[in-house]
């Protein structure tokens, strides 16, 4: 199964007034904006995940930011060191390979279901900490007052790298205007007013977050740099990676290797947006393999001379952490609604965190 793309322009168009054709009809313009939103509703709902198309985002801004984070990547381990914060729980700087630990590894309940699965839909099973390195970049304003401080801490920026803060601010703040606008585009179909999430979205804990896996060291068919796991935050986007390998599944337990077409972003839905849906888009599982294709883009990368490191150009947006988490609008009247009881966001984000580290040292990731 190909997963759909929307192209973002025409929303982002009627969203400009000033844009809008004036000979077009008002009722013509709301209806097309209505289809438009229930399209991407619609597919979030049923398959947690969405291939935007957004003219602000380019393929060029994205190779921008992975050349650099490449650069970084292939630095000396010692150099990465540095910008580690464990007494800030990774939510800044780096985390090292081996940190981080997928919930499918240590949570029984999770691996009983996994067993239940068809073995042709079934996740690679990981041998212990994912081997992949972390940045964890804030995106965007923070509170001045908040209960939840270390998740907003100040960001880390490595020596030697003078367009660090230009580079991750800018792929950062272009994907969070995406997110915003799926963000509108959803809460319309669903039948909610136009800001129900965006709202809840300003000064969110967002963090640019792309991984490094080393194909040097770790590229042999059937290596998992990121177990079985669903994302905690809001809504997930990636950037095109260089190297295949991310594998998701969709709501009805199919399993599809995601293909990214050049220019576009994947989204994936989170535990924030179930919890503010109660239940209406569910939480999209996913995990990160080396695979044959893997191994072919290794293999092409080598003989072009080219970095060997696998980055994931991913952003994690946030519910500000001191909003509250709970069914809205309509979605308040579901049966199951029960489910998802009032939680500050922050709470939410530091229970999910604990579960995995009771058992293990770090989340599989935000």
């Given at each position: 199964?190909?997963?759909p793309?929307?192209?973002?322009?025409?929303?982002?168009?009627?969203?400009?007034?000033?844009s809008?054709?004036?000979d077009?009809?008002?009722?013509?313009?709301?209806?097309?904006?209505?289809?438009?939103?229930?399209?991407?509703?619609?597919?979030?709902?049923?398959?947690?995940?969405?291939?935007?198309?957004?003219?602000?985002?380019?393929a060029?801004?994205?190779?921008?930011?992975?050349?650099?984070m490449?650069?970084?990547?292939?630095?000396?381990?010692?150099?990465?060191?540095?910008?580690?914060?464990?007494?800030?729980?990774?939510?800044?700087?780096?985390?090292p390979?081996?940190?981080?630990?997928?919930?499918?590894?240590?949570?029984?309940e999770?691996?009983?279901?996994?067993?239940?699965?068809p073995?042709?839909?079934?996740?690679?099973?990981?041998?212990?900490?994912?081997p992949?390195?972390?940045?964890m970049?804030?995106?965007?304003?923070?509170?001045?007052?908040?209960?939840?401080?270390?998740l907003?801490?100040?960001?880390?920026?490595?020596?030697?790298?003078p367009?660090?803060?230009?580079?991750?601010?800018?792929?950062g703040?272009?994907?969070i205007?995406?997110?915003?606008?799926?963000?509108?585009?959803?809460?319309?179909?669903?039948?909610l007013?136009?800001?129900?999430?965006?709202?809840?979205?300003?000064?969110?804990?967002?963090?640019?977050?792309?991984?490094?896996s080393?194909?040097?060291?770790?590229?042999?068919?059937?290596?998992?740099?990121?177990?079985?796991?669903?994302d905690?935050n809001?809504?997930?986007?990636?950037?095109?990676?260089?190297?295949?390998?991310?594998?998701?599944?969709?709501?009805?337990?199919?399993?599809?290797?995601?293909?990214?077409p050049?220019?576009?972003?994947?989204?994936?839905?989170?535990k924030?947006?179930?919890?503010?849906?109660?239940?209406?888009?569910i939480a999209?599982?996913?995990?990160?393999?080396?695979?044959?294709?893997?191994?072919d883009?290794?293999?092409?990368?080598?003989?072009?001379?080219?970095?060997?490191?696998?980055?994931?150009?991913?952003?994690?947006?946030?519910?500000?952490?001191?909003?509250?988490?709970?069914?809205?609008?309509?979605?308040?009247?579901?049966?199951?609604?029960?489910?998802?009881?009032?939680?500050?966001?922050?709470?939410f984000?530091?229970?999910?965190?604990s579960?995995?580290?009771?058992?293990?040292n770090k989340?599989?990731?935000?």
């Open positions: 199964m190909e997963i793309v929307i192209d973002l322009s025409r929303y982002l168009a009627i969203a400009d007034t000033s809008i054709d004036p077009k009809p008002s009722g013509q313009i709301e209806e097309e904006l209505g289809v438009l939103c229930r399209e991407v509703s619609r597919i979030l709902s049923e398959t947690g995940a969405l291939v935007v198309k957004d003219p602000r985002c380019t060029e801004d994205n190779d921008r930011f992975i050349d650099m490449e650069k970084y990547f292939e630095k000396p381990a010692d150099f990465k060191l540095l910008q580690e914060r464990p007494h800030l729980h990774y939510q800044v700087g780096v985390t390979e081996g940190v981080e630990v997928p919930r499918s590894f240590v949570d029984e999770m691996q009983e279901k996994l067993k239940a699965m073995e042709e839909f079934r996740p690679s099973t990981p041998k212990g900490p994912d992949k390195w972390r940045y970049w804030r995106v965007g304003p923070r509170p001045s007052n908040t209960r939840f401080k270390e907003n801490s100040e960001p880390v920026i490595p020596e030697g790298f367009e660090w803060k230009d580079t991750m601010d800018s792929w703040c272009k994907m205007a995406a997110i915003q606008a799926v963000a509108e585009m959803a809460a319309i179909g669903f039948g007013s136009k800001d129900a999430f965006t709202s809840l979205m300003k000064q969110g804990p967002h963090l640019l977050a792309p991984t490094g080393d194909l040097r060291r770790y590229g042999q068919e059937g290596t998992v740099f990121a177990g079985y796991h669903y905690l809001f809504l997930t986007i990636h950037g095109r990676s260089r190297f295949p390998g991310l594998n998701i599944w969709l709501r009805n337990g199919q399993k599809v290797e995601v293909k990214v050049l220019g576009c972003l994947l989204i994936q839905t989170g924030q947006i179930e919890w503010l849906t109660a239940g209406g888009c999209g599982m996913h995990e990160v393999v080396v695979t044959k294709r893997t191994i883009a290794i293999r092409l990368a080598s003989e072009q001379n080219r970095s060997l490191w696998r980055v994931s150009s991913t952003l994690f947006s946030h519910i500000a952490s001191d909003a509250v988490l709970k069914p809205l609008g309509h979605f308040a009247e579901s049966p199951l609604a029960k489910k998802y009881p009032p939680i500050p966001a922050g709470e984000v530091e229970q999910e965190l579960v995995i580290n009771l058992k293990g989340e599989e990731s935000l």
